[in-house]
């Protein structure tokens, strides 16, 4: 019921930094969002999430020390900064709300209400 937009994907060269977002129409944004991603031929994968006051973060070991999430419930909006961005970073990223309670905030089957994705590419 509550609608997610992803957006801030682009292209950008191994070592660069991108900036994404994560926006809800309603007026309310006090829930966990998870950030993950996916590419073709495989699942889609846990990145980082944030619980719903912003004191909790949680991230993937592979963008540990690279990327930061954050949020502004009065803005409605989690980011996710990006830095030293890889190759391997190449993915359609997601957000989601959390749906399920408990302290797994990393299991994809937490979340719903995914947004359409947007689309980073990191080229070498």
């Known amino acids: 019921q509550v609608p997610l937009v992803e957006s801030g994907g682009g292209l950008v060269q191994a070592g660069g930094s991108l900036r994404l977002s994560c926006a809800a129409s309603?007026?309310?944004?006090?829930?966990?969002i998870g950030w993950f991603r996916q590419v073709p031929g495989k699942e889609r994968e846990f990145v980082a999430a944030?619980?719903?006051?912003?004191?909790?973060?949680y991230y993937a070991d592979s963008v540990k020390g690279r990327f930061t999430i954050s949020r502004d419930n009065a803005k409605n909006t989690v980011y996710l900064q990006m830095n030293s961005l890889k190759p391997e970073d190449t993915a359609v990223y997601y957000c989601?709300?959390?749906?399920?309670?408990?302290?797994?905030?990393?299991?994809?089957?937490?979340?719903?209400?995914w947004g359409q994705g947007t689309q980073v590419t990191v080229s070498s």
């Open positions: 944030i619980n719903w006051s912003g004191g909790s973060t």
């Open positions: 989601g709300r959390k749906i399920l309670s408990g302290s797994n905030f990393s299991n994809k089957g937490q979340y719903a209400y």
């Open positions: 309603g007026r309310t944004f006090s829930y966990a």
